[in-house]
Each structure stands twice: as structure tokens, then as C-alpha cells.
């Protein structure tokens, strides 16, 4: 019995489209054999701090009403989960818009990508300001959209145990699936049934260590939950994170080389938007913000155009995000693509 | 995969099912392709490294057999060095080249060396000891050669000890492969029990002492002399539990399958001198210096000097088997110091000597004291650079011991660690009756170990301290 118990965990820790199609059960059911880590925010699912215990909707996002316009452009957009978790990739969503070819951040591989030949080709590069510095690069988006092959072009020499080093990662791939641990948790321990012992366990770190996961810290109003990094001053991608006005300067400056680069391959306009992180909009930690993304849009030399969406939510700030989770809610999305589609127009 | 997680949870409960499901004589090769899949998820392709030092030496076994004479002298040798010089390659290569290019550098000599950046095949100095130690038991005439290749290798790669010890003899293992093992009650309790012991020392001690041990070591020059003081203290209890934990875990998935692997540990901190230290601290590594270098180099029946000088090597070498650095090598080169200076003074001052201590105050004061010369002696063990060496002394000679803890560790969790370490070391003593206890009530205390495990452990994932060497 254990045998095969066990060997089907396995088997199935070890399979995308087997953890794809348990998620998909596990997180519909409400009893104790649903899925709990996300269902209640993904912050939630780090800590199990029983306060923060709040039903997260899940729905897409209402399609917009739209005026009725010719259509023209074909948008591809490189996101990540404060997108895909909030839209459907419907063109109607988008202004304009006929086609929509979406990436994640996430994809193991390039995919590639087809320019319209009777349409605009918007190019929307989306991710939240504790990665951006890392992900809005020319490399790694061509690592996400880029048929060719990457690394070993250009000024890269190939390693002489290049080969040893395939045999590896084939090895490696074939024996040993790369989220396994992630995939045996989710499989047996992502279920409600255990929720009281992680709240338990919760409770005594929280309340008598005062540890919570390295991961999330409590905002010092008690009523919000952030990712540490976007909090700690120490941390670069925190909206704490002293910057200077160089600094600025080369993030524009790597911002308008992508700009540069992917309108050379023919997109006729290039779109940035950093989602703000939670911290630096719901102003819960009575100290000032970097205001890195206001300096970015603000700077003589800033060429491109940025969907900053930092004001807009700002008002009435805590309806626009879940207290329990790193995104924002159905609210924020609506207001920023609101902002974007505003954006889509003007072009 | 890391003992600490759920994979090797979900691997161990496969393999020990599957083991005892099957046939005695194809246990040999499941336990064998076990270990090759164990191995194989840190970096599949180091299984060919670990191939290449098995088939050496299994043909290295068998004639050693069949010769004698220098003829047999140079098969071991040649054995030796191909044992060695992976270690050299892979471990001690860059340490090497590095201190040729700063002697070069320092007489002016020009030196160009290839950079080999190679990461590190894991428990490749274990799991070489033990081949090395096959070879010479069999160039003794201790130990048959081992005919059947596959039970070779799995003498060599047997999982629970493959990446961290104990670092097993011959004589104790490879018969055990051919015995046939049952399905036994109270030693799979014992097994598991011991398991499930290993992981409390490290997830709820180690991992918890390390919060405090980071946070000083990773910034010592703003430490007060109180922070430096409990975090060496906290680290010797942190290494200990880390290690020894590993080892509880590795001795007692063998025992569930009915393999007895030697212990490694003994109440280490309870030893009155350093020798005693270390013949209670990793007890398979300082035994196969015992037995394959310091007899071999003369041990003590040689003349005094060339007594020290065996000593000395032993615990240098011991230390430069720990790491690839100048700071693991001075730490072992402590070790030996502390244990010359004992036997000079035991040599002039006869009544000084450790075994003469006869009153509980007398045995407690060397206690301390080997416990102060040991934990002085990890300073050198976790701090990798000089220059933070030199900071770590520069700071404890302030003697600024006025200013309280300074720590981001909450005050009763600290308290709690302080616990841990006191209830550890008082349980250490009576190990075998406190197991023995245990296991009587296994169906209480299993659940409430784990359950405890669960409830107070960091499950932060961090690797075992003993994984990188």
C-alpha cells in the first residue's frame, strides 16, 4: 500500500499535466481536500497567519466596455502574474486590439513570435518593480520571445565541456522534474485538512518568536502582508531601497536600449509598465519611497512610455489589494488597464 | 536530494518498501540503482567520476589478491593516487594552483594558470575514504576482494552514507549485502525513531542555532564581544547537531533496511581532553586516520619528535580533508597543537593529565576547558577569510561582555535555544537508555517527535553543513 501510494505521488509530482490537472481540482473544491495555499492568498499560503485568513477571488477581471474602434493592433505582451492571473488574454480587453500573443516571464524556452503584417505590433512588457531591474533587459526578454537560441552567439565562446554540461541537463530533466519538492508539498500537504496544524504552528512562531517566513513581513498598521523584498531598505528591489539619481539614469538608460532594440525588429511601439509593489502605494510604513518609478518617467532622458499605474491606485489605495496576497485585486487590474487602453488610444 | 525534504521522505519510503517486498537476492541491485538515482539528482553527471574510482578499484581488489611483494605495493599505490587525484582535481586544485600563483607572484616568476571551474562532486571525500579504506584492508589481508561488482559499488555508493558518512569499513558492510535481512519490528522502530531523532537535532536546533550564527558571522565588525561569545557557542552546538543529525538520519534508514553502519558520534562536548574529543567527534574519520595514516606513519612507537610531527600531520591533514582553504587547515593544525600541548605538559606535570581528574569539580574544569579550546578552534572552521578572523579577535579583545545580547532572535526563542542545548547535552550522556526508552513506547513518542519536529523546526532547507565537503 505505501509502495504504490508513494510511487503515485511520485509519478505524479513528476508530471506537468498531472499537477496541472490536480491544481485545477484541488483549488475548485471549498472542503478540506481543496488546495489552501493560494485560495486565501498567495502571502497567506507562506505564513498560515490565521488573521489574514480572507477569501480571494479568483475571476477574471470584467471585459471592459469599449468604444467600438477599427482595429488595429496586434498586442504582444510579456507578463507576469498581475497579469495572467487577472486576464484572460481576450483582445477585447485591449483598445484596439485584434490579436493578442501572450508570454510569461516564466516560459523555460523562447517562444516565438510573429509580427502582424496588417496591424500595429505592440510590443507591452509588464512585470512588478521589485523585478523589473532584473527581467526589462534585451537579453532576458529574448530569452522569453526569441525564436534563436540564446548564449552562445555573439561575444560568448562555447565551453569546451559544453557537451558534458547537455548530458546533465538531460539527464537531470529526464530523472529528476525541476519543481518536484514544490509538487510533492502541493500534493500532500496543499490541502485544508492541514490548515490548523500550519496555523498552529503559525500562531507559535508569530505570536511567541515573533518569526514569521523570511519570505513576508506584517505591515506595521497589522492589516497588510508584503514580500520581504519589497520592504526591506537592504533589498534592491524594495520601494525602500535607497537609489540614486545614477542609478536612475542607468535604468533608463537599459529601458531605452530594449525600446531601441525591439522596435529594430519591428515593433512599430514599444510599451513598459511596472506594477508598482503593493508597499509603495498602500503607504503603510510611514516612511518615504524611492519613487523609482516616477523618476524613471520624469527623466530627461527617458524616451519610451510607461503605464505607471502608482497614482491612480493610490486613491482609496486598500481596495485595489488583497491584504493577504502580493498582487493587487480585480479593482487595481481594472484600473490600470483602464490607464493602459488610455494609453492604446493616444498612440 | 537532501535528507530534510520531502523527496528523499518520498524516495526512502519507496525504497525501503520496495526492499522489503523483493526477493533477498535482487535487493542488491534495487539498492544499488537507488543510490545511482540518489546520487545522480545533485549532478547526474559526477555518477561517471564515482564509476571511474569504483571500477579502479574493484580490478584493484582482486589483484592486490593475486600478488605480492612490490608488485601488490605499487597496485595499492597506484589505487592510492587515483583516489587522491580526483580529490586533487576536483577539491584541492584551485587551492593548489592559487598558492603556487601567490608564491610564484612573491619571487617575481610569471605563472599563467588555467582557471577549472568545476563544481565540487558531493560527499567525493567520503565516499573516496571508503574506497581507499577497501583497498588497504584488502592489501592487509583483512578483507577478501570483492568479486561481484555490483555489490562492490554498492559498498562504495550505498545511499543512507554515500554523501556524508560514516565513512564504513569493509569488514562491516560488504558482508552485510549478502546477508538476508528481515522484516523486523523493533528495529524498524529503532530505524525510524533514529531518523526522525536525526531530523529534530537538525531542523529544530541546528537550523534554529544557525539564525544567530548567520546574523553575527555575517557581520562581525558590529558585534559586541556577548554576540560573539553565544554565537561561538551556539555554532558548536549548530555543527554537532547538523552533523550528528545526518548521521542519525543515514545510520537509521540503513538500520530500517537491517544494515548496523558504525556511530559516529559520542557525546562529543562531554569529553575532558582533546584526544577523547576525538574519539567521540566524527569517530569514522578520525579512526581511519588512526588506522590507514598515523599507524602506518609509526604512531607513538617512534621517537617523541617524530611522534608530535605524526600528530601534527594527522590533524593537518584532517583539517585540509574538511576543505580546500587555509582557514579548515589552521583549524586542524589547532587541534593538533591543543593535543601536543597536552601531552607535554602530561610529560612534565604527569598529575595534570585528564584521567587523573578524580573529583566532579576537577572533571567538570576539563570539560570546560575542552569544550572553550574546541569552540575556539570552529572560529577558524566557519569563518572562511583571514581578514574576518582577524576582525573576530580584534573584536573579542575589546572584552566588551557589558553590553546584553544583541540579536534580532526574540528573547524566548532564544531562551528556547539555550534549552535545546542544555537538554541535548544532559540527554547525550544516557543516550543509549534514553533510546532504549524511546523505543519502548515507540507509538508515543514516534508521533510526538515528529509532531514537535514539526511544530518548533525551521524548515528554512538548508543544506547540511557536511554536504560540502
Same mark, same amino acid.
Given at each position: 500500500m505505501v509502495l504504490f501510494f508513494l510511487a503515485f505521488v511520485l509519478i505524479f509530482g513528476s508530471s506537468n499535466q498531472g499537477m496541472r490537472l490536480l491544481s485545477q481540482r484541488r483549488y475548485i473544491r471549498q472542503d478540506g481536500w481543496g488546495a489552501d495555499k493560494f485560495s486565501f492568498g498567495d502571502l497567506y499560503g507562506l505564513t498560515y497567519i490565521k488573521p489574514f485568513k480572507m477569501p480571494r477571488d479568483t475571476s477574471f477581471v470584467a471585459l471592459p466596455v469599449l468604444?467600438?474602434? /477599427?482595429?488595429?493592433y496586434k498586442m504582444h505582451i510579456i507578463g507576469d502574474s498581475y497579469l495572467y492571473s487577472f486576464f484572460s488574454m481576450d483582445p477585447r480587453y485591449f483598445k484596439k486590439t485584434g490579436e493578442v500573443q501572450f508570454v510569461r516571464w516564466s516560459t523555460p524556452k523562447p517562444i516565438p513570435y510573429r509580427l502582424s503584417k496588417d496591424k500595429k505590433n505592440i510590443l507591452l512588457i509588464e512585470c512588478v518593480e521589485r523585478n523589473f531591474r532584473n527581467l526589462m533587459t534585451v537579453k532576458e526578454i529574448r530569452n522569453r520571445i526569441e525564436a534563436q537560441a540564446q548564449s552562445n552567439s555573439g561575444s560568448q565562446t562555447a565551453s569546451r565541456f559544453e557537451f558534458l554540461s547537455r548530458i546533465n541537463s538531460r539527464l537531470k530533466n529526464t530523472f529528476y522534474h525541476p519543481t518536484l519538492e514544490n509538487n510533492l508539498e502541493f500534493l500532500l500537504f496543499n490541502l485544508g485538512i492541514w490548515a490548523p496544524f500550519k496555523e498552529l504552528k503559525s500562531a507559535l512562531n508569530f505570536y511567541i518568536? !515573533?518569526?514569521?517566513?523570511?519570505e513576508v513581513r506584517v505591515s506595521k498598521n497589522w492589516k497588510q502582508l508584503y514580500l520581504t523584498q519589497t520592504v526591506d *531598505?537592504?533589498?534592491? !528591489? /524594495? /520601494?525602500?531601497? *535607497?537609489? /540614486?539619481d545614477e542609478e536612475v539614469g542607468a535604468y533608463v538608460a537599459q529601458l531605452n536600449e530594449v525600446q531601441t532594440y525591439f522596435k529594430s525588429k519591428g515593433f512599430d511601439q514599444v510599451i513598459f509598465s511596472i506594477i508598482p509593489n503593493p508597499v509603495g502605494v498602500l503607504n503603510t510604513e510611514n516612511k518615504p519611497t524611492n519613487q523609482i518609478l516616477s523618476r524613471i518617467a520624469k527623466h530627461p532622458n527617458w524616451k519610451g512610455i510607461l503605464v505607471d499605474p502608482s497614482l491612480r491606485l493610490q486613491k482609496n489605495a486598500k481596495e485595489n489589494f488583497f491584504p493577504s496576497d502580493s498582487h493587487w485585486n480585480q479593482r487595481g487590474a481594472a484600473i490600470w488597464l483602464g490607464q493602459l487602453n488610455e494609453t492604446l488610444k493616444a498612440l | 536530494m537532501v535528507f530534510n525534504s520531502l523527496q528523499f521522505l518520498v524516495f526512502f519510503g519507496i525504497v525501503t518498501s520496495a526492499y522489503f517486498l523483493m526477493a533477498h537476492k535482487y535487493r542488491w541491485l534495487l539498492l544499488l540503482l537507488a543510490s545511482c538515482y540518489f546520487y545522480m539528482a545533485f549532478v547526474p553527471i559526477y555518477l561517471g567520476i564515482l564509476a571511474l574510482t569504483i571500477v579502479i578499484d574493484y580490478f584493484a581488489g582482486i589483484l592486490l589478491e593475486q600478488h605480492e611483494g612490490r608488485t601488490k605495493k605499487w597496485i595499492l599505490a597506484l589505487s592510492i593516487v587515483a583516489n587522491v587525484g580526483v580529490l586533487a582535481v576536483f577539491k584541492y586544485y584551485q587551492f593548489i594552483f592559487n598558492n603556487i600563483s601567490w608564491f610564484a607572484h612573491l619571487l617575481d616568476i610569471p605563472v599563467e594558470m588555467p582557471v577549472l571551474s568545476i563544481l565540487l562532486p558531493i560527499g567525493l571525500s567520503f565516499h573516496t575514504f571508503q574506497a581507499m579504506s577497501y583497498t588497504i584492508e584488502v592489501y592487509r589481508g583483512n578483507q577478501k576482494a570483492e568479486r561481484n561488482f555490483g555489490i562492490y559499488s554498492l559498498y562504495v555508493? =550505498?545511499?543512507?552514507?554515500?554523501?556524508?558518512?560514516?565513512?564504513?569499513?569493509p569488514q562491516n558492510l560488504i558482508y552485510q549485502f549478502y546477508e538476508p535481512k528481515h522484516w523486523d519490528r523493533h528495529r524498524v522502530q529503532s530505524g525510524l525513531l533514529q531518523m526522525v531523532i536525526g531530523i529534530f537535532k537538525k531542523v529544530v536546533i541546528a537550523d534554529r542555532l544557525s539564525m544567530v550564527v548567520d546574523e553575527v558571522y555575517g557581520n562581525i565588525g558590529e558585534q559586541s564581544g556577548t554576540n560573539l561569545v553565544v554565537a561561538a557557542i551556539f555554532y558548536s552546538f549548530q555543527i554537532y547537531c547538523d552533523f550528528s543529525g545526518y548521521s542519525d538520519v543515514a545510520i537509521g534508514a540503513a538500520r530500517v533496511m537491517g544494515f548496523r553502519l558504525m556511530e559516529n558520534f559520542n557525546a562529543p562536548y562531554w569529553a575532558t581532553s582533546i584526544p577523547e574529543f576525538w574519539r567521540r567527534w566524527h569517530i569514522s574519520l578520525s579512526t581511519w586516520f588512526k588506522d590507514y595514516l598515523y599507524i602506518s606513519l609509526g604512531g607513538n612507537r617512534v621517537s617523541v619528535p617524530r611522534w608530535y610531527l605524526n600528530i601534527m600531520i594527522i590533524f593537518v591533514l584532517s583539517g585540509l580533508w574538511h576543505g580546500a582553504s587555509w582557514n579548515f587547515v589552521i583549524w586542524g593544525a589547532l587541534h593538533g597543537l591543543f593535543q601536543l600541548i597536552g601531552l607535554i605538559l602530561n610529560r612534565l606535570f604527569p598529575f595534570l593529565a585528564a584521567d587523573q581528574r578524580k573529583t566532579w569539580a576537577g572533571i567538570w574544569a576539563y570539560r570546560l576547558l575542552t569544550f572553550f579550546l574546541v569552540t575556539l578552534a570552529w572560529v577558524f572552521f566557519r569563518i572562511a577569510h583571514f581578514s574576518t578572523i582577524k576582525l573576530w579577535f580584534s573584536r573579542m579583545a575589546?572584552?566588551? =561582555?557589558?553590553?546584553p545580547l544583541n540579536v534580532s532572535m526574540a528573547i524566548k526563542e532564544f531562551y528556547l535555544s539555550v534549552f535545546l542545548i542544555v537538554g541535548l547535552f544532559a540527554l547525550e550522556y544516557k543516550r543509549g537508555m534514553v533510546k532504549e526508552r524511546l523505543e519502548t513506547f515507540f507509538w508515543l513518542t514516534f508521533p510526538l517527535l515528529v509532531l514537535v519536529t514539526y511544530f518548533l523546526g525551521v524548515f528554512n532547507m538548508k543544506q547540511f553543513i557536511y554536504f560540502q565537503f
Open positions: 468604444e467600438t474602434d /477599427s482595429v488595429k518568536f !515573533g518569526r514569521l517566513d523570511n *531598505p537592504e533589498k534592491v !528591489g /524594495s /520601494s525602500f531601497y *535607497p537609489t /540614486s | 555508493m =550505498f545511499y543512507p552514507q554515500l554523501v556524508a558518512g560514516p565513512i564504513e569499513r575589546l572584552m566588551d =561582555f557589558s553590553s
